[in-house]
Structure formats: structure tokens, C-alpha cells
């Protein structure tokens, strides 16, 4: 590599593949579909830049999310250069771990948890929901370990594995509704006239900074309301039960 300070941070095509975590042939690939510049030619060989790893970088993670590389195409293409390396700012921000990260243990002490003995029929079911990954041999991967050993805690407390397991899917839909109305609002007011200024490139740190602190706002004021629900539903229950017991009393 050269000697010239300007040239400081850059990779052959080799280099900048490895650091991608993509093979040498699809870098050339994406080169060729103009999803990345044009390296800086020193004689034969071609350097690339921080520009070239961030842009291939976010390919990757995108493809990983499950876009097409048509869409990405789309995307990139019409993207200005430095959009690459802030995107990825707001999809490690956006990536933090929740609470614990995924936990690998066995089925007997999954099972263990919560107190039962083991039954594969119900880690089937954990795996169904996408609580837990089945791995080789006996072993399993919590995949919401946060969330599987909160609904352990409640089979400790005598409710049936079957109910725990069955309530995530419905907390899960209504949750995604929340989430998917709080980020259009979000986006309708404070991104998109980001976006109709052109992606300003000094604005980008508070776009960051609103998108990183919303997060935690988001998940208190969501566990604030279902705390306050969930205390009107039990004294709801309350009520309702006593009436039942009063009723067959004057019956009797």
C-alpha cells in the first residue's frame, strides 16, 4: 500500500471483502451493479475506503433484515454516500440488546425454569412463537431470554406453561400495532421533514440522538399503561368474581 498519508484507511479488494464478512466475489458484484464507487487505481490494484466498508456493510445488514437486493438498489442508488455510515449509527442503536442477550442451555434445564418437568412438545411450542431456537444435540437458544424466564416465573406461580406460551402471541400483535403507530408518528413529524430537506448531513446527529432517546420513552410509557390496565383488569375480576359469589349465596 502506499506511503501517501491520504491514502491511510483503505483496502484492497481482499481487505475490504474480509471486513465486510462477504466473499471477495459478491464485493466485485456489488461493483458492478454500482452499489459502491469506483476504487482509487494505483497501478493495477484498487483501493478502497471507509466509504466503500460502511456502504458494503449496510448491503449486508439489509440483505440480513430481509430486503431485496432490488430494493436495496433502490435505496442505495439514490442515496447520498454518507447516508451508509449513519444508517448504520441508527441500526446499532436500533440493534442494543434489550435486556439479557440469547442464552444457550439445555432442555432439561429450560425446563428447570419453571419449575415442570421437561416436555419437548412444550419447547415446540416455545420455538413456534420464536421464544426459543432448537440447536444440535439437547441444547436450545433463548432467543427473548428476558422473556422466556419471565413467563418461568409465572409457571412457578402455578399458571399452565400452555397459557404463558399462548398469551405471547397476543401480546406480541397488539404490540406491534403500538410500535407501528408510534413510529408514523415519529416519521410524519419529525423524519420526514428531515427527508424533504434533502438528509441534511449536520442534522443527522439529531435525528440520531431523537431516535436514541425516544426508545427508552417508548418502553416506559408502554409498561406504565399495561401496569395501570392491568390493575383496573384485576380489580375488574375482582369485582365480578364477589359478584358471582354473592349471587349464588342469595341463591342458596
Not at 156 to 176: K, Q
Not at 234 to 251: N, S, T
Amino acid at each position: 500500500m502506499s506511503d501517501d498519508p491520504t491514502t491511510a484507511d483503505e483496502y484492497t479488494v481482499d481487505e475490504l471483502a474480509s471486513r465486510a464478512q462477504m466473499t471477495v466475489r459478491n464485493v466485485r458484484a456489488y461493483a458492478g451493479r454500482g452499489l459502491i464507487d469506483a476504487p482509487r487505481l494505483e497501478g493495477r490494484t484498487g483501493y478502497y475506503n471507509r466509504e466503500h466498508l460502511q456502504r458494503l456493510q449496510l448491503i449486508r445488514q439489509l440483505i440480513e433484515r430481509g430486503f431485496t437486493l432490488a430494493a436495496i438498489e433502490k435505496a442505495v442508488l439514490n442515496a447520498p454516500q454518507s447516508v451508509a455510515g449513519h444508517t448504520l449509527d441508527l441500526m446499532t442503536i436500533l440493534d442494543q440488546p434489550t435486556g439479557a442477550e440469547a442464552e444457550i442451555m439445555s432442555r432439561d434445564d429450560l425446563a428447570a425454569l419453571a419449575g415442570v418437568d421437561r416436555d419437548d412438545t412444550l419447547i415446540e411450542s416455545l420455538v413456534g412463537v420464536g421464544l426459543v431456537e432448537k440447536l444440535d444435540g439437547d441444547r436450545v437458544r433463548l432467543v427473548e431470554p428476558t422473556v422466556v424466564r419471565s413467563g418461568a416465573a409465572a409457571v412457578t406461580l402455578g399458571v399452565a406453561p400452555e397459557t404463558v406460551i399462548a398469551l405471547f402471541p397476543l401480546l406480541r400483535t397488539h404490540l406491534r400495532t403500538i410500535a407501528d403507530e408510534f413510529v408514523r408518528e415519529v416519521v410524519d413529524e419529525l423524519v420526514q421533514p428531515f427527508i424533504d430537506a434533502g438528509l441534511p448531513e449536520d442534522d443527522w446527529p439529531r435525528i440520531i440522538s431523537v431516535v436514541e432517546s425516544l426508545l427508552p420513552i417508548a418502553s416506559q410509557v408502554t409498561l406504565g399503561i399495561f401496569r395501570s390496565e392491568f390493575r383496573e383488569a384485576i380489580d375488574l375480576e375482582v369485582e365480578r368474581q364477589i359478584a358471582g359469589i354473592a349471587a349464588r349465596r342469595a341463591k342458596g
